[in-house]
């Protein structure tokens, strides 16, 4: 895979992960303004059923994540990261407007010379790598415990956060 379909798998992934992450919270603050008990008792069942799949969801997502990682990984393996830490402090522009406020990254680099922004590039690629590394057993084991035909699947993972939802039984 080229860089650049690294970078598009890496996005993906994180897109899957923000959405179903904010879907989970959506369905929180929705749950919160529900005063109807038959709507709320309603509300509880789909969102149950839907929650397993937020999980898959979030799960493939850092598959994905895992799988840009370790091969952009080995793309950067053999090049420089010196050189592209200077390549892209140099295409910083002089100015980027964030909404209608102007940033001034003239400024910033001023403060932040072109060593530190190397030693800073280093540090979070080194950082996310150790991350990946350290923890993909137990992101291997997560996703794996959700494909289809796997023993004793959880609806829920081990380490989930759950929602502050409870099923009522009807009277």
Do not use: C, W
């Amino acid at each position: 895979m080229s860089i650049q379909d690294i970078s598009v798998v890496l996005l993906v992934g994180a897109l899957i992960i923000v959405g179903a992450v904010g879907l989970l919270g959506l369905f929180s603050v929705l749950r919160k303004r529900i005063t109807n008990p038959k709507a709320a008792s309603l509300f509880d069942l789909v969102v149950a059923a839907l929650t397993p799949y937020l999980y898959k969801a979030i799960f493939a997502g850092e598959k994905l994540a895992l799988l840009a990682m370790t091969d952009l990984n080995v793309k950067l393996d053999g090049l420089d990261k010196k050189a592209i830490a200077d390549q892209v402090y140099d295409l910083l522009p002089s100015s980027l407007l964030v909404g209608d406020i102007p940033m001034p990254i003239g400024l910033i680099k001023t403060i932040v010379t072109k060593s530190a922004f190397e030693a800073l590039v280093e540090q979070i690629y080194t950082e996310s790598h150790l991350f990946i590394i350290k923890n993909e057993d137990y992101l291997k084991q997560e996703v794996d415990a959700f494909l289809p035909g796997a023993a004793n699947t959880p609806i829920l993972p081990a380490k989930a956060v759950t929602l502050p939802i409870t099923l009522t039984p009807k009277s």
